[in-house]
């Protein structure tokens, strides 16, 4: 059983994202609408775990207006017109963190809200040199205000205090571990 779309009603756009309020039948066959988030020319997003040779990976801290908080994340970002989702993970590396990778290595996608958003993202995981730990330049005009360089024990204790709770982060993380198995 599955929904069903009876119509597709636009009822919001900017230049990056488009609100849908379908009307639809539910798996019962009753009708109702159905709100859905979908990117608006990009077709989703990359994400990229910064991993120094000693496998600390990097977090930014980044102020998020819709949770009204501040919370640890990887750099992420949408490709541009015409952009590969490799290209849009070493750009968004270059422009939240200012950092250069030497490897990328595409570990999966994941679908960041499957209730509401429609957007896949791809995640990687970028291998940097050691010297690259010093040469973070945080991106401001993103809001993200802050970074910690943090191996994986640190990291499960930050998710186990709830430190750590967007859950792309929590995704990509899984992915990077089934790599590394």
Request: glycine share 12%; hydrophobic share 40%.
């Amino acid at each position: 059983m599955r929904f069903s779309r009876v119509r597709e009603r636009l009822v919001y756009q900017t230049p990056w994202t488009l609100v849908y309020d379908d009307e639809v039948l539910h798996p019962d066959g009753t009708p109702g609408t159905y709100t859905r988030i979908v990117p608006n020319g990009a077709p989703g997003g990359a994400h990229i775990i910064p991993r120094l040779p000693d496998g600390r990976v990097l977090l930014l801290r980044a102020n998020r207006y819709p949770v009204g908080a501040d919370v640890w994340e990887f750099p992420r970002g949408a490709p541009h017109a015409g952009e590969t989702f490799e290209h849009a993970a070493r750009r968004e590396l270059g422009e939240e963190a200012g950092l250069r990778t030497r490897r990328l290595t595409f570990i999966g996608h994941c679908y960041p809200d499957t209730g509401i958003l429609g957007s896949k993202h791809s995640v990687f995981l970028a291998d940097l040199a050691a010297d690259q730990e010093g040469k973070v330049k945080l991106d401001a005009s993103e809001a993200i205000i802050g970074h910690r360089w943090l191996h994986q024990g640190e990291i499960g204790s930050l998710i186990r205090a709830g430190d750590i709770v967007d859950g792309t982060v929590l995704a990509d993380l899984m992915l990077m571990q089934l790599l590394e198995k």
